[in-house]
């Protein structure tokens, strides 16, 4: 999967989707958990050197501890065909080849979590998410998110396929119908922190960060809980209230339990935030 870096205006998830897009940090520094390689448009690889000096869109693909083969890497792109093709049987077989090859490699992992959401297999799923997690306790992409709600789905505090169906609004081109199911999952969901985390980027200054405390009230996972003390910084920060928005950022990056990509993003916010 090629995901996007999201920058300083659209701090939503900050490492989500799967398509591409712009290259706004400029940092790919790995952690414990990770190592990311960017390419460019044609493939090649590009340093953190070339990065910093250059503008436009690049891919980035997320590698965990130690190399990972390139037959590892060729069977997970033989998966995502089968699995884009939805032929989800032939996906799951090459995912589970590459994690034999690449045990600690947390992407076939979460593809085979990803592949069985597709299929309604909820138990699946949420197996599959929890070994992610394992592998990658500093988070994995969306990890952090669909394990504590598949979590919640399973007990019974949220309708079992609303991950599933959250996760169905990235696809969603028209802007005013993606906004309008938005409305609905915090007016439905209203315990549903990430439905509040992109509910609140419809909104602007009060509107906003009243939406923002809304979602961390409601005991959201860390990663989400990340993203929206990330973008509340952001507010207070238009505001003029830099001191308390460097306060929120700082301890959102010495936190231990924070992710990777929430670590990063709040050194980037920061970066920006020192500058006024």
Not at 36 to 50: H, R
Not at 107 to 132: H, R
Request: one cysteine or more.
């Amino acid at each position: 999967m090629k995901n996007k870096v999201i920058g300083i205006l659209m701090v939503l998830g900050v490492i989500s989707s799967c398509k591409n897009g712009e290259k706004k940090d400029t940092n790919s520094e790995s952690n414990n958990n990770a190592r990311i390689e960017f390419t460019d448009d044609k493939g090649n690889k590009i340093s953190k050197e070339e990065l910093a000096n250059s503008t436009g869109t690049y891919n980035y693909e997320v590698y965990g501890i130690g190399e990972v083969s390139e037959l590892a890497k060729s069977l997970h792109n033989q998966a995502r065909i089968f699995g884009q093709n939805g032929d989800y049987q032939n996906a799951i077989q090459k995912l589970e080849q590459a994690n034999k090859e690449a045990p600690n490699w947390a992407y076939p992992l979460y593809d085979l979590a990803y592949t069985y959401l597709l299929q309604d297999d909820y138990e699946n799923a949420l197996k599959y998410y929890q070994l992610t997690d394992k592998i990658a306790p500093n988070g994995f992409y969306t990890s952090k998110i669909a394990l504590h709600t598949l979590e919640r789905e399973k007990a019974g505090d949220l309708k079992q396929g609303l991950y599933k169906s959250y996760l169905s609004l990235e696809w969603i081109d028209n802007q005013a119908e993606k906004k309008e199911m938005i409305k609905l999952l915090v007016d439905n969901f209203p315990s549903f922190a990430p439905a509040w985390k992109d509910y609140s980027s419809l909104l602007e200054n009060e509107e906003r960060l009243s939406a923002i405390e809304k979602g961390l009230e409601q005991n959201p996972d860390i990663q989400t809980k990340g993203s929206l003390l990330i973008n509340k910084a952001l507010v207070i920060s238009e505001n003029g209230e830099l001191q308390n928005a460097s306060k929120i950022l700082t301890q959102i990056i010495f936190d231990s339990n924070s992710t990777f990509g929430n670590v990063e993003m709040a050194k980037f916010v920061l970066n920006d935030v020192l500058k006024k």
